[in-house]
């Protein structure tokens, strides 16, 4: 903003100072996984409240394709992530949207390393999370819904402490 005297004040720019990529490239994975827990546990429970039939459709397609066999680590990471965009795509929010877009080139990244380094403990205990954030969406639980996104994260979070 600038102020003139005797003019007002008038917008001189609408970009923040610092840039997103900037930002997340000096976070840790901890903290943009506490980010995500903030993003994604709302967005699961706007996702359980405002779901129409095809988002949870697509939820339901993208949980079968975490299953798929004979992935690589790097095709496990993207369909975890098209998984967890879909749901917050189910929210109906295009700001909680946008901000898990600006954490997917830094948060695949840091996934797949994990990964390579420590695999999922359990892969079925990994799925049966997913499967219940899932299921309180389409039973339409608001509350359960971010209970288990941010158990999940948290639990994610934890890995890589």
Same mark, same amino acid.
């Given at each position: 903003?600038? $102020?003139?005297?005797?003019?007002?004040?008038?917008?001189?720019?609408?970009?923040?100072?610092?840039?997103?990529?900037?930002?997340?490239?000096?976070?840790?994975?901890?903290?943009?996984?506490? @980010?995500?827990?903030?993003?994604?546990?709302?967005?699961?429970?706007?996702?359980?409240?405002?779901?129409?039939?095809?988002?949870?459709?697509?939820? &339901? &397609?993208?949980?079968?394709?975490?299953?798929?066999?004979?992935? $690589?680590?790097?095709?496990?990471?993207?369909?975890?992530?098209?998984?967890?965009?879909?749901?917050?795509?189910?929210?109906?929010?295009?700001?909680?949207?946008?901000?898990?877009?600006?954490?997917?080139?830094?948060?695949?990244?840091?996934?797949?390393?994990?990964?390579?380094?420590?695999?999922?403990?359990?892969?079925?205990?990994?799925?049966?999370?997913?499967?219940?954030?899932?299921?309180?969406? @389409?039973? &339409?639980?608001?509350?359960?819904?971010?209970?288990?996104?941010?158990?999940?994260? $948290?639990?994610?979070?934890?890995?890589?402490?």
């Amino acid at each position: 903003l600038d $102020s003139r005297q005797g003019a007002g004040v008038f917008v001189t720019a609408l970009d923040v100072s610092e840039d997103w990529d900037v930002v997340l490239r000096g976070a840790t994975i901890a903290a943009v996984i506490e @980010a995500r827990i903030a993003i994604e546990a709302e967005a699961a429970a706007l996702a359980a409240r405002r779901r129409a039939p095809a988002d949870l459709r697509a939820i &339901r &397609r993208a949980l079968a394709g975490r299953r798929a066999e004979g992935q $690589s680590v790097a095709e496990h990471v993207d369909a975890d992530m098209a998984f967890h965009r879909a749901v917050i795509l189910a929210a109906h929010n295009t700001v909680l949207t946008q901000l898990f877009d600006s954490f997917l080139p830094r948060l695949r990244l840091a996934m797949i390393d994990m990964l390579h380094l420590r695999p999922v403990a359990s892969e079925d205990a990994d799925h049966d999370a997913h499967a219940q954030l899932t299921q309180a969406i @389409a039973d &339409r639980n608001p509350t359960a819904a971010a209970e288990f996104s941010r158990t999940h994260l $948290s639990a994610l979070k934890e890995a890589f402490a």
